[in-house]
Nanobody
């Protein structure tokens, strides 16, 4: 059974930092893109960041560029999201996701495995 389990969320003041982790189990994700999405109250889920299977290529939504960094430790089947200079508008539930194997994800339909999420709250 495939599981993605996030951790590292919490309450932080604006300008602070958090590091999210996502541990994958149940299969090998060495050929899968991994990513982070977030959903704020009353809003649709949005893409935040993704990383390719080798960890050599990353993409970010414009609003987090220069502040967030995605990375992965394939040996430990873990993906990280380092979040610096957090803003109140970053408040959301953050979900880890894995795309179909060997596929460059072009839309949310290509992300097939999801974690339950971890809450990030940024106070002003």
């Amino acid at each position: 059974q495939v599981q993605l389990v996030e951790s590292g969320g919490g309450l932080v003041q604006a300008g602070g930092s958090l590091r999210l982790s996502c541990v994958a189990s149940g299969r090998t994700f060495s050929s899968h893109y991994m990513g982070w999405f977030r959903q704020a109250p009353g809003k649709e889920r949005e893409f935040v960041a993704r990383i390719n299977w080798r960890g050599t290529n990353t993409d970010y939504v414009d609003s987090v560029k220069g502040r967030f960094t995605i990375s992965r430790d394939s040996a430990k089947s873990t993906v990280f999201l380092q979040m610096n200079n957090l803003k109140p508008e970053d408040t959301a539930i953050y979900h880890c996701a894995a795309a179909r194997g060997g596929v460059i994800p072009l839309g949310q339909q290509d992300w097939v495995y999801w974690g339950q999420g971890t809450q990030v709250t940024v106070s002003s």
